[in-house]
């Protein structure tokens, strides 16, 4: 907040940086930088405020507070999708975490600006929705960006799972890396899934079973998420420590799918109820990877022990006159722990798959093991961290930048304000090394919560969705799995080019090895009058 004379003048910029496909929410983004040159008083901030969510969907109160790093000129760098027109202009606001929260405590200090991103990838409508369904004459009904409504009918592809189910699809519609909204309805019935509302998801294909929404073709029946709770002695710490396991929806019966790990820290308040709360980490997992707003993972829970304080505290600072051991900490987790988790489960165990997030004392320690054990974990989700140990986020501050995704947060409200203004700069350290907003970083108020467990529950399903956007993980649905069978050159129909290619199979006249497969629809190895009639059936759907 620096101290200085009333302001003096205004210079208003918006300059693109780089662009970027962004790792964030599947979606291509492009930095852009804003600058404004303005001296302001102590207790006043300057804000950039606009028309699109990034900007704040022009609501006041979460405006975008620029860093005065090189004051007076102040800037911030956010990344914003391609092909985006937007306006936005300056404000002044006083910048106390108890104002925030106020739709008056603002002063405009420029007109609207327009301003666009540039052109990115072609948008060839290329969206891909599959389904299984007893309905007879299934429409798929979307739109994005609230537009219209479009009925698109959709094909019958394969059979489904029982008797009167059938495997249907709708694919070459919409624009990529955008929200898709949809539901279903039954041109032969009143039918309509779901009953009321709609389905929503940033995933380009997506696979549609008993309200799931998922990014591979699921078996049968999904089996449930499954916490397990076990202990070890850790060799590192000098102690007996507990951690809880939980698998999401599908693991029993999905082998040999792999999966992303979260380790979460303070274990015992995480998916059950503890002392002081708990982050119902479980059930919003769960709801978000159901509704296709996040990756189907694995989550670990590591209980703390007793001696919390040492064990989570950066050795760059002191406790009661003892520097810090969350070194030994990581010890236990990167080469005691880690080990075991991937030993023992499906995991995807490299960096860009695994990721700790924590709370407090867990936040810290959650940014410390994501910057000094960067080859281990690619993303940290850091809620209302203990940033008044200040060593380390010195530290962090004078770089140089990791490639790492990081999400900040914090209240405003109850005891030192839930560390708001520490946060707030540790967010401006970071852009002055080169993050960006929405891009490798995401920040955060949660405006009247305080430093507890029902704030970060009630933040944690934006944490979950920037950090592992359902959109950017592991998508199985591009496979033969999702071919219709039958459509032997996999142009999305079986029509007569594939009756053409299905009789050189039987008659043993030279086809293309990929074409001879997939004419084999029984799989049986050899093409024959088993597959042939399996083939008229469909086709007589199809065609």
């Not at 964030?24 to 983004?29: F, K, P």
């Not at 005065?68 to 956010?78: E, K, S």
Request: charged share 20%.
């Amino acid at each position: 907040m620096p101290c200085l004379a009333i302001k003096r003048r205004v210079r208003a910029t918006a300059a693109v940086v780089m662009a970027m496909t962004s790792a964030t929410s599947g979606v291509e983004r492009e930095n852009v930088a804003f600058s404004t040159t303005q001296t302001t008083v102590f207790g006043e901030s300057i804000y950039v405020l606009g028309d699109i969510p990034e900007l704040g969907s022009n609501d006041v109160t979460r405006a975008v507070k620029l860093e005065p790093g090189a004051y007076p000129l102040w800037r911030v760098t956010i990344a914003i999708p391609k092909d985006t027109s937007y306006t936005y202009r300056f404000t002044r606001r006083n910048d106390s975490p108890s104002n925030l929260a106020n739709p008056s405590n603002n002063t405009y200090l420029t007109s609207p600006i327009a301003a666009s991103t540039g052109a990115g990838n072609p948008a060839v409508p290329s969206k891909s929705v599959f389904y299984h369904s007893g309905f007879a004459r299934p429409v798929l009904n979307w739109r994005q960006g609230g537009g219209a409504w479009t009925a698109l009918p959709m094909k019958r592809i394969a059979v489904g799972r029982g008797p009167g189910e059938w495997r249907w699809n709708a694919r070459g519609f919409g624009q990529p890396e955008r929200a898709l909204e949809f539901y279903f309805t039954d041109a032969s019935s009143a039918g309509r899934d779901p009953a009321s509302g709609q389905y929503a998801t940033l995933m380009d294909t997506v696979f549609v079973q008993d309200g799931h929404l998922c990014a591979f073709v699921p078996p049968g029946g999904l089996s449930l998420p499954v916490q397990t709770n076990f202990s070890m002695f850790s060799t590192a710490l000098n102690e007996t420590r507990g951690y809880r396991v939980l698998v999401p929806r599908g693991y029993a019966n999905s082998a040999p799918r792999r999966y992303p790990v979260l380790y979460m820290h303070d274990g015992q308040n995480v998916f059950d109820m503890g002392p002081f709360g708990t982050w119902n980490a479980d059930e919003t997992a769960a709801q978000l990877i159901r509704a296709g707003q996040m990756q189907d993972m694995i989550i670990v829970g590591v209980d703390n022990g007793p001696n919390r304080i040492r064990d989570y505290l950066p050795p760059d600072d002191t406790y009661s006159g003892q520097a810090g051991r969350a070194n030994v900490y990581a010890n236990f987790l990167i080469n005691e722990l880690k080990p075991i988790i991937d030993a023992n489960y499906r995991t995807l165990s490299g960096r860009a798959h695994t990721s700790t997030m924590g709370s407090s004392m867990g936040g810290l320690v959650s940014l410390y093991l994501g910057w000094d054990y960067n080859a281990t974990f690619g993303h940290i989700g850091a809620m209302s961290g203990s940033w008044q140990f200040q060593n380390f986020p010195n530290r962090v501050q004078s770089g140089p930048k990791k490639n790492l995704r990081i999400y900040l947060d914090s209240g405003n409200a109850g005891t030192s304000q839930d560390n708001c203004w520490p946060t707030l700069n540790l967010r401006d350290g970071l852009l002055r090394l080169g993050y960006a907003l929405d891009g490798d970083m995401y920040h955060t108020i949660g405006y009247g919560q305080q430093h507890n467990e029902a704030a970060w529950a009630a933040r944690l399903p934006g944490a979950f969705t920037y950090l592992f956007n359902a959109a950017e993980g592991p998508n199985e649905l591009g496979s033969e799995s999702t071919r219709p069978i039958g459509d032997i050159d996999d142009d999305g129909d079986v029509d007569a080019i594939d009756i053409d290619l299905m009789v050189a199979a039987l008659l043993g006249m030279p086809v293309d090895p990929i074409h001879e497969t997939r004419a084999d629809i029984d799989g049986n190895g050899r093409t024959d009058g088993e597959d042939a009639a399996a083939f008229t059936r469909l086709a007589w759907v199809n065609m």
